[in-house]
């Protein structure tokens, strides 16, 4: 009888302690997992795109765009899951930096690989030639 009445006590304690959601950690774990979710689904469309473009431009700005919206979102996964501030405000330093280098070293290759004179695949349209071209 004191078994079945331990268990009604503990039952009934558990029930007064599921009201208590804490709703700031609930809030954390979706704001990962919908992150993760989305970082993880850009990183992808970026692979796809490499492999599936055809020429080396297309699959440049495929990788560029991608991979930089997605390691922004993973990032911000993990923002979300960090308990410290000193610990966010690196994952924000680090989110800094890749925004400002990924882009600024995707436009550095695209832009070396055309003074290489790799030309990019061209259907009617002709790309206008760059003012350096012509000295």
Request: aromatic residues 10%; negative net charge; charged residues 15%.
């Amino acid at each position: 009888m004191s078994l079945i009445f331990s268990a009604a006590v503990e039952t009934t304690h558990a029930v007064e302690h599921a009201a208590q959601i804490d709703w700031i950690s609930v809030f954390r774990l979706i704001g990962t997992i919908v992150s993760m979710a989305a970082g993880l689904f850009f990183v992808l469309a970026g692979t796809v795109g490499v492999l599936r473009l055809p020429d080396f431009y297309t699959r440049l700005h495929a990788a560029g765009m991608t991979d930089t919206l997605g390691a922004e979102l993973i990032l911000l996964a993990l923002i979300f899951q960090s308990d410290s501030l000193q610990m966010v405000l690196k994952l924000l330093l680090v989110a800094f930096f890749l925004f400002v280098t990924s882009p600024t070293a995707t436009h550095a290759v695209g832009h070396a690989a055309y003074r290489a004179g790799l030309k990019p695949l061209l259907g009617e349209y002709r790309a206008p030639d760059l003012e350096e071209d012509k000295s």
